[in-house]
């Protein structure tokens, strides 16, 4: 079974789950060189079932990957009736979400083995990392910004221009910092106010101001 054929995340079990989380715990302390046997070892379960459900160490791989970035969500909106607060609400939702993921160990263990493998041909992980992290997350978002484009409370003429200025604003120097090994340790209240101040900024550069309810 090839990696893009596995389950997605939303049908995945609380047993599957846990086998990612014994992934993720592995990258944590260090252990880049993954095998199917340290994590079948770590997860209490066998290698044959880890081929079943993941189909390849690669397969393995991406699963996890998609298992962190599934935690940075927009948050619930109603496409229909989507107002200025709610479009708000909804991006600070994704920015806050996006942000603890980031500082996570897991997170910066995870993408810190994902760079020292890019290009090295050791794994395909840096890749696997691109499709199912950041460009994941941003198909995950896209849809609420042209949702605040359709509603009129958003201006602007490409989408991935959009969402990457969006992705600039929140992220900052933040992701890079953390993986150089700057000990920033933010705090709910910190994050809260990070991504309440990059969806202000983003609102300046996107609003439409021809909406009644920009101003909101």
Request: hydrophobic share 45%; aromatic share 6%.
């Amino acid at each position: 079974m090839q990696a893009e054929n596995i389950a997605s995340e939303e049908s995945w079990t609380q047993r599957q789950g846990e086998v990612l989380d014994a992934v993720l715990a592995l990258l944590v302390e260090g252990r880049d060189a993954l095998t199917m046997s340290a994590v079948a070892r770590r997860a209490s379960c066998s290698k044959e079932t880890l081929y079943k459900w993941f189909g390849d160490r690669d397969g393995l791989l991406t699963a996890t990957v998609r298992w962190q970035a599934a935690k940075v969500r927009a948050g619930n909106y109603d496409r229909q009736h989507l107002d200025a607060a709610a479009l708000t609400e909804s991006l600070e939702a994704f920015a806050a979400n996006w942000l603890t993921v980031i500082s996570s160990k897991t997170s910066i263990a995870l993408n810190r083995v994902a760079v020292s493998h890019a290009g090295s041909g050791r794994s395909n992980l840096g890749r696997i990392v691109l499709a199912n992290g950041r460009f994941a997350i941003g198909e995950r978002l896209k849809p609420l910004l042209e949702a605040g484009r359709a509603t009129g409370l958003l201006a602007f003429d490409d989408t991935e221009t959009a969402f990457r200025t969006f992705f600039g604003l929140v992220g900052r120097d933040v992701q890079i910092r953390l993986l150089l090994g700057d000990c920033l340790q933010p705090t709910a209240a910190d994050i809260r106010a990070d991504a309440e101040r990059a969806v202000r900024q983003f609102l300046v550069l996107y609003g439409n101001t021809n909406n009644p309810d920009h101003n909101a």
